[in-house]
């Protein structure tokens, strides 16, 4: 019988002959990037991609499963992964070629450089765990390609069908390289090369090499792998397969979030075998331990200054606290400099702490005396020595700036304003940034009674009377002034100035409210009006309207307060920025600025400083949540609703 047509009779027995006989489960390899923690004591702080890769000698892989933390399963399915490679781990000994006795391996010859015979002998010591009781071992000691290959036991293939072929190598001193080619057996004999693997070098532990190929030919016998080491050293072979599929058996699981993690993983073949998974055996069977804290410490709060007995009235110790959730935070690393009005736009220290004429040290930190803690402690109170910051002008800022270094090694700086400002907000209202809140300073009690919702992961120097937190809130639905014009139910009526009647009003180009176009009786009088206003408005003059009423602007540019203006009693919605004294000037002062409504933009600029100590206190800025307005605007908007639960 002609050479291709016993070929083709094997095509055709394979598959069944396969499944009949595999009682072996897949085996499950997994790879890490990066290959070690990338940060202190065992954490990566970058993500973490994990590739799982099964191969199975004989059905071929079914599925991948894997899950973290005991979540539940998530398993990718594989066709096509029969594998197609004669005597895959090369447990099957050539009795007919002597000499036998572990040296010769069914289906599978060898040859050097000169078309000699490469030395080569089954190894029962060292093989690819999963895969006993042998492998192939070469051990080449002049240059050239060393290979072994089944060019004596193709394996089947159809023309232009798109293949994958695997083998496991592991390396020994090899100077040039270890891989392998696939090649094409034509009718008349000659070869074709379709594929050449990834390479390894030098001393590897167990690696597969992958290659996907297309059988670009229109008739051939069959296909054959040439695997070994090129040039001088020692390679091991394992696990090799061809499968009909252009699909790698394998899933890469991308993890980014902090945490501590677990993951099992076990494979299945197409013959309904089962790979063992067992975290609580000693080994570990399928299972892969990992951390991830890729925040810095964050989370300030709590913060202060005070005065001893003795000294002057500006030599304080400064006070904070400081939260890492995850690594938690690492000792003796924590750390100040300082900034007065001596040296302005320069953090370092004085050579003595205690005297501001003393020698000015740029950039240089000292350590803190905070109390001690243990070292991954996820909350810490850092302290400063007693330091003096030369003069009682607290309505400049004078700054400490903290660090804090937590033991995965991420690192954060924090300013501190002594004195600084700070803003409340009441009503029990929601405070959304779509990102981060980060202050300067925060007062002795807290910055709002409602909800705060950020979408970032820092919350500095800004806490809730509630312990109301949404923190990595995604960003919800954005309100702009496009959005609002097409969501009200009447037409808006262009005007020219203000009106004191209810409706939906217009103004095109910018406005400014003063005290000549606020018309008489607009503070006194009930209404409920929405105007809409293509342009940036600019508020000069304190405005009020009357308890029961509601007057919301909604602004196509920025909305921007004058430093005179000290009382606003509107809802305020900027399509740009929100600005509390646009007018404001180095070293100006100003008074707090009350605001009541409901407020958003795309930016707020708090620019509000009180002089002297008054913003121990005081807020700079004081915003008033009024939910008059959600109630008595909802028919301009259609569908609006709001609950409220009595405590």
């Not at 019988?1 to 598959?15: C, D, E, Q």
């Not at 990066?34 to 991609?49: F, M, Q």
């Not at 890729?294 to 009235?313: E, I, K, M, Q, V």
């Amino acid at each position: 019988m002609p050479k291709k047509y016993i070929y083709l009779l094997a095509l055709v027995l394979l598959p069944f002959k396969t499944w009949a006989v595999d009682t072996t489960p897949p085996t499950t390899t997994y790879t890490i990037a990066p290959a070690i923690p990338d940060g202190n004591n065992g954490w990566y702080v970058t993500p973490v991609k994990i590739t799982l890769s099964a191969t199975d000698l004989d059905s071929g892989v079914r599925t991948i499963n894997y899950r973290l933390n005991g979540g539940n399963w998530v398993t990718k399915s594989f066709t096509d992964t029969m594998n197609l490679a004669p005597n895959a781990s090369f447990e099957i000994e050539d009795t007919a070629v002597p000499p036998a006795s572990n040296i010769n391996t069914l289906g599978w010859s060898a040859r050097d450089p000169d078309a000699q015979v490469t030395p080569y002998t089954r190894d029962s010591v060292d093989y690819l765990p999963g895969y006993e009781n042998f492998s192939i071992r070469i051990n080449a000691n002049s240059g050239g390609w060393h290979w072994i290959s089944n060019q004596g036991n193709l394996a089947p293939a159809t023309p232009y069908s798109n293949m994958t072929a695997s083998v496991w190598v592991k390396a020994n001193a090899v100077e040039d390289y270890a891989a392998f080619e696939v090649y094409a057996l034509l009718d008349d004999f000659s070869s074709v090369l379709l594929g050449t693997s990834n390479q390894v070098t030098g001393t590897t532990d167990w690696t597969q090499l992958y290659s996907d190929f297309t059988v670009n030919v229109s008739s051939l016998q069959g296909i054959y792998m040439q695997v070994g080491v090129y040039g001088k050293g020692i390679i091991n072979i394992d696990g090799v397969t061809i499968n009909d599929s252009l699909v790698t058996s394998s899933k890469e699981v991308n993890i980014g979030t902090d945490g501590e993690y677990i993951m099992e993983y076990y494979s299945t073949d197409r013959a309904g075998n089962n790979e063992t998974y067992n975290c609580a055996a000693n080994p570990k069977l399928n299972c892969k331990s990992f951390k991830i804290d890729s925040t810095p410490p964050g989370n300030w709060h709590d913060s202060g200054a005070y005065r001893g007995l003795f000294g002057n009235a500006h030599q304080l110790w400064v006070y904070t606290t400081v939260e890492d959730p995850t690594s938690g935070l690492s000792t003796f690393t924590d750390r100040y400099t300082y900034q007065t009005d001596k040296n302005p736009g320069s953090f370092g220290r004085f050579s003595d702490i205690l005297s501001c004429n003393s020698t000015w040290l740029p950039n240089s930190s000292l350590f803190l005396i905070s109390p001690p803690f243990i070292p991954g402690a996820h909350s810490a109170y850092l302290l400063t020595p007693k330091t003096d910051f030369c003069n009682n002008d607290w309505k400049t800022c004078k700054t400490v700036r903290f660090y804090s270094e937590d033991m995965a090694g991420n690192s954060a700086d924090k300013d501190y304003c002594i004195n600084g400002p700070w803003i409340r907000f009441t009503g029990a209202g929601i405070i959304r940034a779509n990102y981060n809140i980060d202050m300067l300073s925060e007062p002795e009690g807290h910055n709002t009674d409602g909800l705060i919702d950020i979408g970032g992961p820092s919350l500095n120097y800004f806490t809730t009377s509630r312990d109301w937190e949404m923190i990595n809130n995604p960003m919800t639905t954005i309100y702009s002034y496009d959005v609002l014009k097409n969501m009200v139910s009447t037409t808006p009526t262009t005007i020219t100035s203000l009106r004191t009647t209810s409706g939906v009003y217009q103004i095109n180009g910018n406005f400014e409210i003063k005290n000549s176009t606020i018309p008489s009786g607009f503070g006194s009088t009930s209404f409920n009006q929405i105007v809409f206003l293509n342009g940036d408005l600019t508020i000069t003059n304190n405005i009020n309207i009357a308890a029961g009423s509601t007057a919301a602007f909604v602004v196509n540019g920025d909305i921007k307060i004058a430093k005179a203006v000290d009382q606003i009693a509107l809802a305020l919605f900027a399509n740009n920025g929100f600005y509390t004294a646009y007018n404001i000037s180095e070293g100006d002062s100003t008074s707090q600025l009350l605001i009541k409504g409901v407020f958003s933009a795309h930016k707020f600029y708090l620019q509000r400083t009180l002089q002297g100590t008054n913003n121990e206190d005081s807020p700079a800025e004081d915003f008033i949540y009024e939910p008059k307005y959600i109630t008595k605007l909802k028919s301009y908007f259609g569908k609006s609703s709001v609950m409220w639960i009595k405590e």
